[in-house]
T-cell receptor, first 115, second 116 residues
Framework: AQSVTQLDSHVSVSEGTPVLLRCNYSSSYSPSLFWYVQHPNKGLQLLLKYTSAATLVKGINGFEAEFKKSETSFHLTKPSAHMSDAAEYFCVVSPLNTGFQKLVFGTGTRLLGRP | GAGVSQSPRYKVTKRGQDVALRCDPISGHVSLYWYRQALGQGPEFLTYFNYEAQQDKSGLPNDRFSAERPEGSISTLTIQRTEQRDSAMYRC??????????????FGPGTRLTVL
């Protein structure tokens, strides 16, 4: 079975400091991996995706993630946080063997702005 | 352009009542997904439609839950004899058909269901 583990339920950052949201995955097959963001009272939005091409993936709003097979990790990073980044972030895996794109979500990491 | 819409946005019902949640996907999106998100958790897959065909319903928790998409566009998720444990955010997503690469799933704003 495919699953993802988000290691932190909350992360606090100050404006201008780096962001690191950690995610480890478990998959029997070569997975597709994603990060989605959820702002309050809004729908989920795709930040970036890894689908077995380049291991360093760039997404929207300056976010990027690196697929590391040896570590089964797909951590999300941003060099410099902005207050507008405060939201809930979900690491997601989609196995390639289901015939359709079933998404399996982690429990989420809430990114908080530190005054 | 119009995104995925869901109605109602909020639904409060009494235990034992039936509820119907509606999803209107992006025009031209033949794939439609339903997810349920409990408080403090990530969304969990419920069911998947390809056009009007329900191709996977492995995530539906029990037979009180059903979904349909009779004309391959609007979909309805129905919960019969609601229970308090059904309280959650119900999210719908749509996408282009599955292909060799990932087609982004676009999510609606969700319906917040509260069962008293």
């Amino acid at each position: 079975a495919q699953s993802v583990t988000q290691l932190d339920s909350h992360v606090s950052v100050s404006e201008g400091t780096p962001v690191l949201l950690r995610c480890n995955y478990s998959s029997s097959y070569s997975p597709s991996l994603f990060w989605y963001v959820q702002h309050p009272n809004k729908g989920l939005q795709l930040l970036l995706k890894y689908t077995s091409a380049a291991t360093l993936v760039k997404g929207i709003n300056g976010f990027e993630a690196e697929f590391k097979k040896s570590e089964t990790s797909f951590h999300l990073t941003k060099p410099s946080a902005h207050m507008s980044d405060a939201a809930e972030y979900f690491c997601v895996v989609s196995p390639l063997n289901t015939g359709f794109q079933k998404l399996v979500f982690g429990t989420g990491t809430r990114l908080l702005g530190r005054p | 352009g119009a995104g995925v819409s869901q109605s109602p946005r909020y639904k409060v019902t009494k235990r034992g009542q039936d509820v119907a949640l509606r999803c209107d996907p992006i025009s031209g999106h033949v794939s439609l997904y339903w997810y349920r998100q409990a408080l403090g958790q990530g969304p969990e897959f419920l069911t998947y439609f390809n056009y009007e065909a329900q191709q996977d319903k492995s995530g539906l928790p029990n037979d009180r839950f059903s979904a349909e998409r009779p004309e391959g566009s609007i979909s309805t998720l129905t919960i019969q004899r609601t229970e308090q444990r059904d309280s959650a955010m119900y999210r719908c997503a749509s996408s282009l058909p599955p292909s060799g690469t990932y087609n982004e799933q676009f999510f609606g704003p969700g319906t917040r269901l509260t069962v008293l």
